[in-house]
């Protein structure tokens, strides 16, 4: 299906930024004394942009839910004290109609929201005809295609200052990350919709402050236009998701530490790239004709096993071979996932051709 989205530049929001540009904030409001202490903290970073959290969807009840539209005012005051816009997540109309009586600068929707179309559409509506910056993150569970449609219900009431949020994707099997990067996905939002501007969340990849600077220079290093990390003026005691939070000095380490790659070439190294990338198109041509060969003469197994009634598919010979391509692909310093996933696909292409037998 093709994707067709308006967004504008992130240089269009208005927002003064340096090389990409820095969303940070304590993950919830919880006292006016703490948003402004924090923010006071940030303001002396390269921070660009104010979060904190006011409505909280938690998983259970019980758990701190947010200090609600108090927050507002609060973290109005504290960004406005120091000359920075603020952000804060929206999930309902009546969220959306307080943040902007209150003049939020920026609105997200969380990966909660955004897994919902019920939920989104409403909040679509009620931004019809206003000018202001909307962020969505992902949806918690691994789907392009609803991270696309929510952004596309919002670009159709007329938003056009949209850009993703990569928090990272729920994991069935226990990592090292609270959330799975699985940075093939806003790789391919990317591809799809190549000028929407793509931010990172490695608080919520992370889970951990340790991990935090590892996925943010990550993020840089694939050409994310910024990150968004949540800082706590003494995390310890966050009411919600301390482990992931960064005192605001910590923080200032972190993004001294980055490194952000560069995205236009010199003269000298684009001559050399071209040089590598010449290799490359002969090798893949070589490839697409090795390819073509051995599904040629897939097609001739399949006749033959036809002819002869013979099963198609041979476990033990297919077992065999993905063993021994493995093994070779090993000995060259290849991934033995990268080696499967290339021979699962071209196995599957095999069988194909075996069922259909040679063309005419």
């Known amino acids: 299906m093709t994707v067709k989205i308006k967004a504008e530049q992130l240089r269009d929001w208005g927002i003064a930024y340096g090389d990409y540009l820095v969303i940070a904030g304590p993950c919830s409001a919880e006292s006016e004394e703490q948003v402004h202490a924090t923010v006071a903290g940030l303001a002396k970073l390269p921070v660009n942009v104010v979060r904190a959290g006011l409505w909280k969807p938690r998983t259970r ?5 947010g200090v609600g539209e108090p927050g507002l005012r609060w973290l109005k005051e504290a960004g406005a004290a120091h000359g920075l816009p603020v952000t804060t997540e929206v999930a ?9 009586k209150a003049g939020i600068d920026v609105l997200w929707i969380g990966a909660r929201t955004t897994v919902n179309p019920f939920s989104v559409q409403p909040i679509a509506d009620a931004l019809k005809g206003v000018d202001v910056p909307v962020m969505v993150k992902n949806p918690i569970n691994p789907d392009l295609e609803l991270w696309l449609g929510a952004l596309e219900r919002l670009n159709n009431s007329g938003v056009t200052k949209l850009a993703a949020i990569h928090r990272g994707f729920t994991a069935y099997k226990k990592s090292r990350f609270r959330n799975k990067p699985n940075w093939k996905i806003p790789i391919e939002l990317r591809h799809r919709v190549p000028n929407l501007p793509i931010i990172c969340d490695p608080s919520h990849i992370s889970g951990n402050r340790k991990l ?3 996925v943010a220079q990550t993020a840089l290093d694939l050409t994310f236009d910024g990150l968004m990390i949540e800082s706590h003026i003494d995390p310890d005691v966050a009411l919600s998701d301390a482990k992931q939070q960064l005192k605001p000095a910590d923080l200032g380490k972190l993004l001294a530490s ?3 790659m560069r995205a236009t070439p010199s003269d000298d190294e684009l001559a050399y790239i071209q040089g590598l990338r010449r290799i490359i198109d002969q090798l893949d041509g070589t490839l697409i004709s090795l390819l073509k060969q051995r599904m040629d003469i897939a097609s001739e ?5 036809k002819k002869t009634r013979l099963t198609v598919f041979q476990p033990k010979r297919w077992k065999e071979t993905l063993q021994t391509r493995i093994r070779h692909g090993r000995e060259l310093g290849l991934d033995e996932n990268f080696l499967t996933r290339i021979y699962e696909y071209i196995h599957e292409e095999s069988i194909r051709h075996q069922e259909e037998g040679p063309k005419d």
């Open 61 to 65: 009840p019980g758990c701190f839910e």
């Open 258 to 260: 980055l490194n952000p």
């Open 212 to 214: 935090i600077a590892e």
């Open 92 to 100: 309902t109309p009546e969220h959306v109609e307080a943040a902007l």
């Open 301 to 305: 197994i399949g006749r033959f096993k």
